[in-house]
């Protein structure tokens, strides 16, 4: 089965970066959607970036443009979450997700797949 392992989360002062990476095994993932999602207590959780594994195409939420950068690195079936400048409201369990399509969808309902989830906690 399709299994999502996200590692790299930890706290950091604002204006420090982490890389968040998510391992995806089970299937051949060339004709999915991968996406970073997270979610704050008391929020909903939100979209923050997606790619299309098989042409590399990204998709970001516009409060994380310019700072964050999503890549995959198909040969260690790896998808990256480079995280700059980060800011006390980056604050927030960040989930790894697939969808089994690569018509990309912002809402948390179109993905298929999910991992456990990774904590990030900036400072001010």
């Known amino acids: 089965q399709v299994q999502l392992v996200e590692s790299g989360g930890g706290l950091v002062q604002a204006g420090g970066s982490l890389r968040l990476s998510c391992v995806a095994s089970?299937?051949?993932?060339?004709?999915?959607?991968m996406g970073w999602f997270r979610q704050a207590p008391g929020k909903e959780r939100e979209f923050v970036a997606a790619?299309?594994?098989?042409?590399?195409?990204?998709y970001y939420v516009d409060s994380v443009k310019g700072r964050f950068t999503i890549s995959r690195d198909n040969a260690k079936n790896t998808v990256y979450l480079q995280m700059n400048s980060l800011k006390p409201e980056d604050t927030a369990v960040y989930y790894c997700?697939?969808?089994?399509?690569?018509?990309?969808?912002?809402?948390?309902?179109?993905?298929?797949?999910w991992g456990q989830g990774t904590q990030v906690s900036v400072s001010s």
């Open positions: 790619i299309t594994w098989t042409y590399g195409t990204t």
């Open positions: 089970g299937r051949t993932f060339s004709n999915y959607l």
């Open positions: 997700a697939a969808r089994r399509s690569i018509v990309v969808v912002r809402s948390s309902s179109g993905y298929d797949y």
